[in-house]
């Protein structure tokens, strides 16, 4: 089998779907990704496909690609149970991703005897191995491809969480997955941050925000948020929505414009920073850190 890169993969399959179904397609509805699942492995390994997508309790793991024991392998896809609709479709992409880049290592390595069971912090933010950050990367291209998004948020145009809301509706996933991958693409300076209790779980900038010094530092494992954030402070869901001026000094030392919002379960704050203004033109790669910063360190821990 071939080497593809994730994004190739992902884009090979759009280009499908927007042929059959149309380029205004997402007008219509997200990307079916169960039914997909299973109508294009059938294309694509006829005698060795995905045969069910299952609803399961699947303790510790988010979802899960796993093999049965006859060959030609059979295939499924298994989430799991309590997701809602927004989670569910990100981990089937996920898994999709696993099945289109990496099921050989199934057979040509006994770590993967049992298939591909992936965590939670695998699913959302491709932590662990690299097969993890690539079955990541595929789900969010296939499920957000960057043609629609930009035509929708332009690159250059910067978004709040209300439009980033409608965009999490549009491709059927969670405000983070929609969030993070505008992240992605947007030559503004932005970024976010996920806290609970006031504390950092991880953070991510976009890249111009990252090349003018706009990222949070992992010296410690903890990041308390400043005192007068909206995450910390009192007010009320749509006056923190709409989001507050903040002054140079309380985040960084510029100011910043902070919106935030109680994500879809309920279980951290997703806090968006916006900076005024462009990045440097130029800056030396080798001075670049990963956008990405998880506090905790997520997915290493034993
Ligand atoms: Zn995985």
Request: hydrophobic share 35%; aromatic share 8%; net charge negative.
């Amino acid at each position: 089998m071939t080497i593809k890169s994730p994004r190739s993969a992902a884009n090979n399959i759009s280009l499908v779907l927007n042929t059959v179904l149309g380029n205004d397609r997402f007008d219509r509805g997200p990307v079916n990704v169960g039914e997909l699942a299973l109508e294009y492995t059938r294309q694509i390994s006829p005698h060795s496909h995905i045969e069910q997508v299952v609803a399961r309790d699947l303790p510790g793991c988010e979802g899960a690609l796993v093999p049965g024991d006859t060959k030609p392998r059979r295939w499924a896809i298994m989430h799991d149970r309590k997701q809602n609709a927004g989670r569910r479709a990100y981990t089937i992409a996920h898994e999709l991703g696993h099945f289109v880049l990496h099921r050989q290592l199934v057979d040509e390595d006994p770590d993967f005897d049992g298939g591909f069971h992936c965590t939670k912090e695998a699913v959302e933010h491709g932590a662990g191995r690299d097969i993890e950050k690539e079955a990541n990367e595929f789900a969010a291209n296939l499920l957000m491809p960057l043609d629609d998004y930009r035509r929708r948020i332009p690159s250059d145009q910067l978004a709040g969480l209300d439009r980033l809301g409608d965009a999490s509706d549009r491709y059927g996933v969670s405000l983070t997955a929609a969030t993070l991958r505008w992240l992605e693409y947007t030559t503004t300076r932005a970024m976010a941050i996920a806290s609970v209790d006031g504390f950092a779980l991880w953070a991510k900038s976009s890249e111009a925000a990252l090349k003018s010094g706009r990222f949070l530092r992992t010296k410690s494992d903890l990041f308390e948020l400043p005192a007068a954030s909206l995450a910390i402070s009192k007010l009320s869901r749509d006056e923190s929505l709409e989001g507050i001026q903040q002054k140079a000094g309380v985040w960084f030392p510029e100011p910043a414009f902070e919106m935030s919002m109680r994500t879809d379960r309920y279980d951290f704050e997703l806090t968006l920073l916006h900076f005024e203004g462009k990045a440097p033109a130029y800056q030396d790669e080798d001075d670049f850190q990963d956008s990405y910063t998880q506090f905790f360190r997520l997915g290493t821990r034993a």
